[in-house]
């Protein structure tokens, strides 16, 4: 039985809370996570090159932070996203597990 994608990143995120730091607040995590969906983001600044990833984290309108959490399927990691002054959702790159990208917010 093939394992979608959004099982799989929930279950990453499901193994990942663990390691999760204690000074970042789980509830902040669990008020911004969303189900995951297929955004596009840029990742060439130059060249608007744009590629799909998993949103995982959203804007709730509150305790937002500047950067969202994503998943990238095609290797397998979590990264951040933010919007730019010029309205560009940019992917900042990858950092490995949830816990990773978390921390790096």
């Known amino acids: 039985m093939k394992t979608s994608v959004q099982e799989t990143i929930r279950l990453a995120i499901k193994n990942s809370l663990h ?24 990742t060439d600044l130059n060249n608007k090159i ?11 309108g509150e305790d937002d932070s500047a950067y969202r959490v994503v998943f990238d399927d095609q290797n397998n990691v979590f990264g951040l996203e933010t919007t730019l002054d010029n309205g560009i959702n940019w ?13 790096h917010m």
Do not use: Q
Not at 51 to 60: I, K, N, S, Y
Not at 91 to 103: L, P, Q, T
């Open 19 to 42: 390691k999760i730091d204690e000074t970042i607040d789980l509830k902040w995590i669990n008020k911004h996570l969303v189900d995951p969906t297929n955004i596009k983001l840029c």
């Open 50 to 60: 744009y590629r799909e990833f998993w949103l995982v984290t959203d804007h709730m």
């Open 91 to 103: 992917y900042m790159g990858d950092y490995g597990d949830f816990n990773e990208a978390v921390k």
